[in-house]
């Protein structure tokens, strides 16, 4: 079992920053793939980010240059680095691991319970 915590949601204007954080715990050692997806009020989840541990990265067209993903050096974190927010980034933000070995062994990916993200106009 893999458990993904995630931290640093909140309350901002738009224009501004927010960072966040997602920490694996659990059954693993290292995580070979970590991404942030979102759900903004009454649509759909959608991949945001994603990023490998050979860094490889792939990012929504609505956030590139504004967001940046990053892996911690552990392999067991991730964080989402914000910048420039619009009031369109509003949504509950998701941290999920696609991990290779997880996938074979257990035959389905992780999900964080979410972190709310509001950005006021």
């Known amino acids: 079992q893999v458990q993904l915590e995630e931290s640093g949601g909140g309350l901002v204007q738009a224009g501004g920053s927010l960072t966040l954080s997602c920490v694996a715990s659990g059954s693993i050692f290292t995580l070979d793939h970590l991404a942030w997806y979102r759900q903004p009020p009454g649509k759909q989840r959608e991949l945001v980010a994603e990023?490998?541990?050979?860094?490889?990265?792939k990012y929504a067209e609505s956030v590139k240059g504004r967001f940046t993903i990053s892996m911690g050096k552990g392999q067991r974190s991730v964080s989402l680095q914000m910048r420039s927010l619009k009031p369109e980034d509003t949504a509950v933000y998701y941290c999920?691991?696609?991990?290779?070995?997880?996938?074979?062994?257990?035959?389905?990916?992780?999900w964080g319970q979410g972190a709310q993200v509001t950005v006021s106009s």
């Open positions: 990023v490998t541990s050979g860094g490889e990265t």
């Open positions: 999920k691991t696609d991990d290779p070995y997880l996938l074979a062994t257990t035959g389905s990916g992780y």
